[in-house]
């Protein structure tokens, strides 16, 4: 399978808990996307990087939450201290941004489901 | 006002039937846009690009309005496998990097 993927796909954990999710991009793709989704929302931005450098945070990215794509290539994503509104859907995606930029494609992970307690 | 819009629905349709739903943006400097498919639980899959004049694929039609800032989707001869929700996907390209912004997501219910 050359997709997206991300472990775990399912994370339980009690509040105050810290919590790392990890995603493999697409191989030869330079960007690596974070976001979150709760129910019956779509995906919200949380940050992106391109390569290794994280180039953008949106304001939903507390600093409870930090994110590392040390080598270029798989990314985490660390929540400390988990509270229960942290509870939702985390999906990587990922894209090989073209020259023009304006034909970029993210593929998406299967996500990790988050439900703290 | 939120910068992509959707109607959540749900939109009920005889399998078979033609449905057909829309999704505004705010921004008029966006300057792509997408349509992906999301199944429940399920993470996100690019259902088609929509490009300006417009554009088919298969039961799928994609239409751009550059002027009132909408994009539609219509699916025709519905099956029960395109039981979904469909999200709007706004794609602008700044100095900073690209920023997709997607819609809340339309829920489409084909029954028998």
């Known amino acids: 399978d050359t997709g997206v993927s991300q472990n775990p796909r399912h994370k339980i954990t009690k509040r105050g808990q810290n919590v790392t999710f990890r995603c493999d991009p697409i191989s030869e793709h330079n960007r690596l996307y974070w976001y979150r989704q709760t129910l019956g929302q779509g995906p919200e931005f949380l940050t992106y990087f391109q390569n290794e450098a994280q180039l953008e945070k949106s304001r939903l990215l507390s600093d409870r939450f930090s994110a590392e794509r040390p080598k270029g290539s798989f990314s985490t994503l660390e929540i400390q201290r988990t509270e229960q509104g942290d509870s939702a859907m985390y999906l990587c995606a990922s894209s090989l941004v073209s020259r023009d930029r304006v034909l970029e494609t993210q593929y998406f992970g299967p996500g990790t489901r988050l439900l703290v307690l | 006002r939120k910068e992509v819009e959707q109607d959540p629905g749900p939109f009920n349709v005889p399998e078979g039937a033609t449905v057909a739903f829309n999704c505004t943006y705010s921004?008029?400097?966006?300057?792509?846009f997408f349509w992906y498919r999301q199944d429940c639980r399920k993470e996100p899959k690019l259902l088609m690009s929509?490009?300006?004049s417009g554009n088919e694929d298969g039961r799928f039609t994609a239409q751009l309005n550059r002027a009132s800032q909408y994009i539609s989707l219509l699916i025709r001869d519905s099956k029960l496998s395109d039981s979904a929700t469909y999200l709007c996907?706004?794609?602008?390209?700044?100095?900073?990097?690209?920023?997709?912004?997607f819609g809340g997501g339309t829920r489409v219910l084909v029954k028998p």
């Open positions: 921004n008029s400097a966006s300057q792509s």
């Open positions: 929509v490009y300006s």
């Open positions: 996907v706004v794609n602008m390209i700044r100095a900073a990097g690209n920023k997709l912004t």
